[in-house]
């Protein structure tokens, strides 16, 4: 509330962020959902990165698992 005005223009925004359909994938999601963020560089709107609520596909899980292995492997050897 700004200078008294009490009439409120919020508007909620509604990502669509890819559903996980099994119990053994969240901490997967979790990190891609942080990786989509990260490397984004959103200018406009978060809906520029979520936008798609199917599962990640196999391929894309494998490249999901291969990056942040590399990127914490990276990390202990620096």
């Excluded at 053994?24 to 990190?31: A, Q, R």
């Excluded at 391929?59 to 990127?71: G, N, P, V």
Aim: hydrophobic share 35%.
């Amino acid at each position: 509330m700004a200078n008294g005005n009490r009439k409120n223009n919020t508007v909620w925004l509604y990502p669509k962020g890819r559903k996980q359909y099994n119990t053994n994938d969240c901490g997967y999601y979790v990190m891609k959902n942080m990786l989509d963020i990260v490397t984004a560089k959103i200018t406009e709107s978060w809906m520029e990165v979520f936008n798609d609520p199917s599962e990640l596909t196999t391929d894309e899980m494998y490249e999901l698992r291969l990056r942040w292995s590399t990127y914490f492997l990276e990390l202990l050897e620096g």
